[in-house]
């Protein structure tokens, strides 16, 4: 499977963004239904942080406490595309962000390595 973000940039705080992340698969069948789709994000310096995820079997959808009430994640399964839009952003919204897939985890939402396949980032800059 291959994921392309999009969708980032640079923008005033308090301004929004989304994000998309489309998945492109090399096998027949496939389906958000089998997997969940993640969003992470990274600053220089930091760890990766996890943002948010949804499950595709159920679109049950899970935030990080930091994003709760200003980020919200959809999917669109006809597209293979999931979205995560962004409103109220601040500085410490700034870093690249990625998304990423998991098929199997134990409990929802998936831990960090559960995730099979990455995408390869968007930068977004939230300007004070």
Known sequence: VQLVESGGGLVQAGGSL???CAARAFTTG????DWAIG??????????E???CIVGSDDS??????????????????????YLQMNSLSPEDTGVYYCA????????????????????GTQVTVSS
Do not use: C, H
């Open 18 to 20: 989304r994000l998309s």
């Open 39 to 48: 969003w992470f994000r990274q600053t220089p310096g930091k760890e990766r």
């Open 50 to 52: 996890w943002v948010s």
């Open 61 to 82: 959808t899970y935030y990080a406490d930091s994003v709760k009430g200003r980020f919200t994640i959809s999917s669109d399964n006809a597209k293979n595309t999931v």
């Open 101 to 120: 897939i998991a098929r199997f985890w134990v409990r929802a939402p998936p831990l960090e390595r559960n995730y099979d396949y990455w995408g390869q």
């Open 30 to 33: 496939f389906t958000f239904d």
